[in-house]
């Protein structure tokens, strides 16, 4: 079992930065592809950002590219998010998976933290 904790969350103000940190208790990450996504009220969760746990490549929602980078070391996982918008406002998860060829689906993570909220004031 993989407990996923998140941290980093809290409010600002549009345009902004936050940089969020999942870790696991117990072990590295190395070893899962790791990605982020977020749930804003009344809405499902949507993919923002994943990091393979080969080579390290990364991919991201369109609705954050150029905005976020997701990045990682063998602790922990991060989401880097800058310019921040009004929309951007949710409960940001980080999930593990164990399969390389995990995506932008929710299915295809196997492992997920408690969630950190993010808002963003206009």
């Known amino acids: 079992q993989v407990q996923l904790v998140e941290s980093g969350g809290g409010l600002v103000q549009a345009g902004g930065s936050l940089r969020l940190s999942c870790a696991a208790s117990g072990r590295t990450l190395s070893s899962w592809t790791m990605g982020w996504f977020r749930q804003a009220p009344g809405k499902e969760r949507e993919f923002v950002a994943g990091?393979?746990?080969?080579?390290?490549s990364t991919y991201y929602a369109d609705s954050v590219k150029g905005r976020f980078t997701i990045s990682r070391d063998n602790a922990k996982a991060y989401l880097q998010m800058n310019s921040l918008k009004p929309e951007d406002t949710a409960v940001y998860y980080c999930a593990a998976a164990l399969w390389d060829s995990a995506s932008y689906y929710i299915y295809e993570y196997d492992y997920w933290g408690q969630g950190t909220q993010v808002t963003i004031s206009s």
């Open positions: 990091i393979k746990r080969s080579g390290g």
